[in-house]
């Protein structure tokens, strides 16, 4: 008898069910639990890809100390707005929020997205905040802050609003720490640092209703086939007589959340000038401000939303200071 073959299923069932994302945000499910005072997380639009050359540092690579050329991906990351300070208590069935304090001065372009309150008396909340966190009710803190995309080249006036998780090593240090950045403008170089690895949020390019061979990978069936050549080649056995959710179909591809660990920030910059390549970037333009560089492809489109947020498991051994670049690529992307 001759060897059974083994071949790995085309596909990974891993993200089953591949359905559309319920809206173009990715949603943050876990934070990591560090006592670093600050912000864990910071968003932007995604503008496109450059190369550049810098020098190799990560130990026990073969190009060690030697300069290399890799891809990279430019985000824009206007200023974040703090509108809110959302307070939550621990049950059995998870963290459920008890209250929020709104900042006075919200930007007016914020009503495109809320109703704002006409009248509010922001002090009887913060009162009522600090009691709870006195009694012991308060087992974490969050902000809402919302993006500022007039600022960037994304064309549109209504900002996309994210909530995001204050570290620090107790509740009062962390509410101090809150209600100073209440109304105020949060930059990225606030929050990250040159080197630094964060993990990646994002929804990714939208593809549509796809057939089995592309959405799953499986083999083009023989010339001769009867039914048809892009398909499966059995739904599945007489017993048990259903089709099983594993078998290969026809559905939604793309426009999934998707998370990427460990991105090492390349650059963080003011000037957009300096990196922006001739003409601009495809679909997207010129990088009008802030920006974050980082190592290898984010998931999705060009003007997509990305969050960047401090790595869940950083990798043992991982370089932490700012790298070596030496050079940028600003060619036209145009072709020219």
Request: net charge positive; glycine share 10%; aromatic share 6%.
């Amino acid at each position: 008898m001759g060897r059974r073959k083994h071949r790995p299923k085309r596909g990974s069932l891993a993200y089953m069910p591949r359905v559309r994302a319920p809206r173009p945000i990715a949603q943050v499910r876990a934070w990591p639990a560090e006592a670093r005072l600050g912000l864990q997380a910071i968003a932007g639009y995604k503008a496109g890809m450059i190369n550049l050359f810098m020098i190799d540092d990560r130990k026990g690579s073969p190009t060690a100390g030697q300069e290399i050329n890799i891809p990279a991906t430019v985000i824009e990351t206007p200023p974040l707005v703090v509108c809110a300070i959302r307070l939550y208590n621990s049950s059995a069935m998870g963290l459920n929020a008890v209250t929020e304090v709104w900042a006075s001065e919200l930007p007016k372009e914020l009503s495109r997205a809320l109703n704002l309150p006409k009248k509010y008396e922001a002090q009887k909340v913060i009162e009522r905040a600090e009691a709870l966190i006195k009694d012991g009710k308060v087992a974490d803190i969050r902000v809402i802050a919302c993006t500022q995309p007039w600022a960037s080249n994304v064309p549109k006036r209504k900002p996309d609003l994210l909530e995001i998780r204050v570290g620090g090593s107790s509740v009062e240090e962390r509410w101090n720490y809150s209600k100073s950045l209440l109304g105020k403008q949060v930059r990225v170089a606030d929050v990250f640092k040159e080197g630094e690895f964060v993990d990646v949020l994002a929804i990714t390019k939208g593809k549509g209703f796809q057939g089995p061979v592309k959405r799953w990978g499986i083999k083009i069936l023989p010339r001769k086939s009867d039914e048809g050549r892009r398909q499966v080649g059995t739904l599945g056995p007489w017993s048990p007589a259903r089709v099983m959710w594993t078998v290969p179909a026809p559905g939604q591809m793309g426009y999934h959340q998707r998370t990427e660990f460990n991105k090492r920030i390349l650059k963080i910059g003011s000037d957009g000038k300096k990196i922006t390549p001739s003409g601009g970037f495809l679909r997207y333009g010129p990088i009008k401000g802030e920006f974050v560089m980082l190592a290898g492809s984010v998931p999705g489109p060009t003007k997509r939303l990305v969050q960047l947020r401090r790595p869940l498991r950083l990798p043992p051994g991982a370089p932490t200071s700012p790298p070596s670049i030496t050079y940028i690529s600003t060619g036209s992307h145009q072709g020219a």
